[in-house]
C-alpha cells in the first residue's frame, strides 16, 4: 500500500514537473518582449534625398528567415546592452545605383536584433525599424560604413516591400515612408515594371 502511495506521489510529481516545464517554455521562453529605442540617423524627407544620399540602392530579398540570420551584440561590463543588428544576407535582382561588384554575396546591417534570456526573447528595434522578411522583395538604400559594410538607412523608410508581402513594412503611421515610396514608384516605374515581368 505505502509503495502504490509513492508511485501515485511520484507520478503527480513528475506531471506537475513537466507541466510547469512546458508552460515556462512556451508562454515564458519563446514569448518576445519589444524594446524600442530611439537613435540618431540623418533621415530624408523625400525619394529624391534619399537616393541622392544612398551609397547603394538595390532590389532584393532576404535569403534566410530572420532567426537563422548572424545576430551582432555588444554588451557593456554592467550587462547592458551597448549595440545590436541584424546581418542579413540579400538576393540581389538589380543595382538602381552604386558599384554592382558589391552587390555580389551582399550582407547588409538592419537596426534590430532579438536575444534570448531567461524572461524570453528581447527584440530591441532602433526607431521602429522592423526587419526584413525572407522572401519579400524590396528596394532597399544603402550606405557604407567605415569598414566598408553596407548598412539600411533613413531607418523604416530606408527599405520599401515591392510585392505586399511583409505588412509589418506598411506601416500606417509612417507618413513620410508612404509619401517617399510613392515617390519612388513614379520615379522608377520602368525598373519596377520590368522586374514584375
Known amino acids: 500500500m505505502l509503495l502504490k502511495k509513492k508511485s501515485i506521489f511520484i507520478a503527480l510529481s513528475l506531471a506537475l514537473i513537466l507541466a510547469a516545464a512546458g508552460y515556462y517554455y512556451f508562454a515564458i521562453y519563446n514569448s518576445v518582449h519589444d524594446i524600442n529605442i530611439a537613435s540618431s540617423y540623418k533621415g530624408f524627407s523625400s525619394a529624391q534625398s534619399l537616393f541622392s544620399g544612398a551609397d547603394m540602392v538595390i532590389i532584393g530579398s532576404p535569403i534566410k528567415k530572420f532567426e537563422d540570420r548572424e545576430l551582432h551584440l555588444t554588451k557593456l561590463s554592467t550587462g547592458h546592452i551597448a549595440d545590436i543588428a541584424t546581418f542579413t544576407e540579400l538576393n540581389v535582382e538589380k543595382v538602381l545605383k552604386g558599384p554592382e561588384e558589391d552587390a555580389v554575396d551582399l550582407t547588409v546591417i538592419e537596426p534590430v536584433g532579438v536575444y534570448q534570456t531567461f524572461k524570453g526573447k528581447v527584440r530591441i528595434a532602433h526607431d521602429g525599424y522592423t526587419a526584413m522578411k525572407k522572401g519579400s522583395r524590396y528596394m532597399i538604400f544603402l550606405g557604407k560604413n567605415t569598414f566598408g559594410q553596407y548598412g ?36 522608377f516605374t520602368q525598373e519596377l515594371m520590368i522586374l514584375e515581368e
Open 152 to 187: 539600411v538607412i533613413n531607418m523604416q523608410a530606408g527599405k520599401f516591400n515591392l510585392d505586399g508581402t511583409d505588412p509589418d513594412d506598411a506601416s500606417v503611421e509612417n507618413l513620410n515612408k508612404q509619401r517617399i515610396f510613392m515617390e519612388l514608384t513614379t520615379k
